[in-house]
């Protein structure tokens, strides 16, 4: 099996970035199919990699891992012309912990140094879905999107019971203290039960460049949710004010709604 799903753009037109996906406790590259097809249309290069193992202990060398692993991702997405800027990381969950704890750590990435990240459904620091005992009551912490609730549950690669695992506390302390200097779009569910907004909510304003997005009845899994179609524009949105640097392609004059 590959270690990267890969989704590229309509043929003809020009890459405007490269995006690599950092997956979650318990999903799996296909869990990020529609995300990445979804980004890849509007032309952007977009790989899945495979969600790091932070349950199995060393966090620090966990790191070193991913951070290898994402080198090793960018580079084997370079075109005939090499790797396509702006650099995107995309994490959710403890993906999105272990991009913001690299990103904060005394070794920063240096081969994979991204121009940008997003985080979503960044965890808090006592996230874990205790009480989901079931099956069901595990999707509803993640979702209220029926399509979604059934790319997990057919998916027999999908861990269940994930939700459940602690995450080293030494990378909340990286994460939440990171002052990584590349632009920021966070992404948080209001009824994410996993999410601490107080501590998001210091994170954006501690951050030079940093965004953070509320979204209405937004779950855990806030990239495949419900409200997937605007999360994903969002992040396109994102996308392109980096393109242009961080100026808005588009700002509101005047509106009545």
């Not at 620090?60 to 370079?78: I, N, S």
């Not at 602690?166 to 996993?194: K, N, Q, T």
Request: glycine share 10%.
């Amino acid at each position: 099996m590959p270690e990267y799903t890969d989704h590229h753009g309509p043929e003809g037109l020009r890459t405007r970035g490269t995006v690599i996906v950092v997956p979650g406790r318990g999903e799996t590259r296909e869990t990020y199919r529609r995300l990445g097809g979804r980004l890849a249309a509007d032309a952007y290069r977009v790989r899945v990699i495979d969600a790091p193992d932070l349950a199995a202990g060393d966090p620090t060398g966990q790191l070193a891992a991913l951070d290898a692993r994402l080198a090793a991702a960018v580079e084997g997405a370079a075109g005939q012309d090499g790797v396509v800027r702006p650099v995107v990381l995309v994490g959710a969950d403890s993906g999105a912990l272990a991009v913001a704890a690299l990103l904060g750590s005394a070794a920063a990435p240096a081969a994979a140094r991204p121009d940008a990240v997003v985080l979503a459904g960044l965890p808090g620091h006592t996230a874990t879905g205790a009480g989901a005992d079931t099956w069901e009551e595990e999707l509803d912490i993640r979702t209220s999107c029926p399509a979604h609730r059934g790319t997990l549950t057919e998916d027999a690669r999908v861990r269940r019971g994930s939700l459940q695992e602690a995450l080293p506390g030494v990378l909340f302390s990286a994460a939440y203290r990171s002052e990584a200097g590349v632009p920021a779009l966070l992404l948080i569910g209001d009824a994410d039960p996993l999410a601490d907004h107080d501590a998001l909510g210091r994170v954006a304003k501690s951050l030079p460049r940093a965004r953070l997005c509320i979204v209405r009845g937004g779950h855990h899994d806030v990239l495949n949710d419900l409200q997937h179609r605007s999360v994903a524009a969002e992040i396109v949105t994102f996308l392109e004010t980096l393109r242009n640097g961080l100026v808005p392609l588009v700002t509101v004059q005047s509106s009545t709604w």
